[in-house]
């Protein structure tokens, strides 16, 4: 069987790993028809089809798949020995991508790295903020950014924020002329705005705790969001409670714009965490990112 080309196999691991010929393209800095040129000839030379094709979607065959997982993370492991040649450079270089919340990227991550960018110029960092607990080591993200308790066993974790506490609010056109909850079960009798989850496609149930015991509760209402700051609009409109992060509500609560409520229900709880594969090969500029993201009390 003759021997693939190394740049035919960058070219197919692009294409399995974005799940589009359009995404992949842009990535390589060539023509989707030069790609998919480059693809069909290594299906030919290996004898063997390595992608799905529809008029939707790419998706990797059983033998695709195997490729993949097999020889997708020795070209990981070259280019992370390539990040690392940077050490013997002056100055550290190079782009870390970062999958993170949309909440901690804005109040934990821009903060730090707008003072950490302007002392290292040459290092570029990405940040892709959603709700989707990614894998991040499939997606080719350096890190990612969660809370604590969501983070997986298997990688380092840096603590990067204090403690969390999320909070039940309403305006107080909202409340006027309803009984305020005493407990997180009278939520079910309150309009609410839900949150979706991407990972798990359901909405969010919203999370107490007193005294040990420990009560999820699936909120009704007219909206539903996939991210914090329209829930938050839509809470000081006065469409319903909310379940927001403390920080963000606090400046309101203390100017009467919100009312929080269940206070006694809503311990804090780990932070954010930065985390990586235990396996990265750290460069400077990644390790400098880290130590600049660390929490410090």
Not at 206 to 221: M, Q
Not at 263 to 273: I, K
């Amino acid at each position: 069987m003759p021997r693939p080309n190394i740049n035919d196999l960058i070219a197919f691991l692009a294409v399995a790993r974005e799940r589009s010929f359009t995404r992949a393209a842009a990535q390589l800095g060539v023509s989707q028809s030069a790609l998919s040129h480059t693809i069909r000839g290594l299906e030919e030379r290996l004898g063997l089809r390595l992608l799905t094709r529809t008029t939707r979607s790419v998706a990797p065959t059983e033998a695709g798949e195997r490729l993949l997982r097999n020889v997708g993370p020795h070209f990981d492991d070259i280019d992370a020995e390539i990040d690392a040649l940077s050490e013997l450079k002056e100055k550290p270089s190079g782009t870390i991508r970062i999958n993170s919340s949309e909440h901690a990227a804005e109040t934990l991550l821009w903060p730090k790295l707008a003072e950490f960018l302007l002392h290292y110029p040459d290092v570029k960092v990405e940040i892709w903020a959603d709700y989707v607990l990614s894998d991040i080591v499939a997606e080719r993200f350096d890190a990612g950014v969660r809370l604590g308790e969501q983070v997986a066993k298997d990688m380092v974790a840096v603590r990067i924020g204090p403690d969390e506490r999320f909070v039940v609010v309403g305006s107080p056109a909202y409340l006027a002329d309803r009984a305020r909850p005493l407990h997180p079960e009278d939520l079910l009798a309150h309009r609410c705005i839900n949150l979706r989850l991407p990972t798990l496609g359901g909405l969010y149930a919203w999370e107490f705790e007193k005294d040990g015991h420990e009560l999820k509760v699936r909120v009704e209402g007219q909206l539903i969001f996939n991210q914090l700051g329209p829930i938050l609009k839509a809470a000081l409109a006065s469409f319903g409670l909310a379940f927001l992060p403390v920080e963000l509500v606090r400046p309101h609560i203390a100017a009467g714009r919100l009312i929080e409520l269940l206070s006694d229900w809503t311990p804090p709880f780990p932070g954010y965490h930065l985390y990586y594969p235990s396996r990265r090969q750290t460069s400077p500029a990644f390790a400098l990112l880290v130590e600049a993201l660390r929490h410090r009390d």
